[in-house]
């Protein structure tokens, strides 16, 4: 049995190939013979604020300094990272928006990567905290980055390893890309997206 954690990003509820991967991923996961738990945040419908003053504030503050209004301002993030700590895996739908990561997706990892809570500083430079565990990051892209040129403006899914990694965890990308490059592009793009989410979720134990 695994504790599943899922994010959703993508700010389209119908159409959306992150979240069409991500609900496949779940329905496969939930058949495949052990007991999952799952945890799922909507983050672009349900979203977690940007940090603001009293927040950043409130983190750089040692615990037993807090003010009950820093530790109101900081309880969302203890939450967001403690079901980061609870899970032993993963998911993440993030689409491409504009080269980057969706506004949704960057407030919660500015929520979660704390020092001292999911990274640290050691001998060896930045230490992430959370273990290694896994997590299966689902890329939906509407045009291609498959040659040097368009891979050089890619600040998604370098971006997205670099922070996760920094945090500890153990990133595994599956890229649906060419949604708006016509069929003959994505149909068989989407396949190998649909194939790989399908062996994840049969291999979760
Ligand atoms: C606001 C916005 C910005 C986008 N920017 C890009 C982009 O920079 N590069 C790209 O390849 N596709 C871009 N797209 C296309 C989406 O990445 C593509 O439609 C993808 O499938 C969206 O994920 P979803 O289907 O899970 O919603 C953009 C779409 C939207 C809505």
Known sequence: ?????????????????????????????KSNGHQHEFTI?????????????????????????LTPEQRTATALSEQLIGELKAADFIVIGAPIYNWSIPAA????????????????????????????????????????YDSPERAAVDYQKPYLA???NVIGLKPTFVTAEGSLMGEDAFTPRLAAARAAVAEAAASLK
Request: net charge positive; aromatic share 4%; no cysteine.
């Open 41 to 65: 945040r909507d983050l672009a419908h349900d979203p977690v604020p940007v940090l603001h003053s009293g927040i950043v504030d409130a983190i750089r503050t040692k615990p037993d300094d």
């Open 105 to 144: 997706l960057k407030a919660w990892i500015d929520q979660v990567t704390r020092i001292g809570q999911t990274f640290r500083y050691g001998g060896t430079g930045v230490e992430g905290m959370l273990g290694g565990k896994p997590a299966l990051v689902i890329l939906s892209r509407g045009g291609l």
């Open 162 to 164: 670099t922070v996760l």
């Open 1 to 29: 049995m695994a504790k599943v954690l899922v994010l959703n990003s993508s700010a389209k509820l119908k159409g959306s190939i992150s979240r069409q991967l991500v609900d496949e991923f779940i329905e496969l996961a």
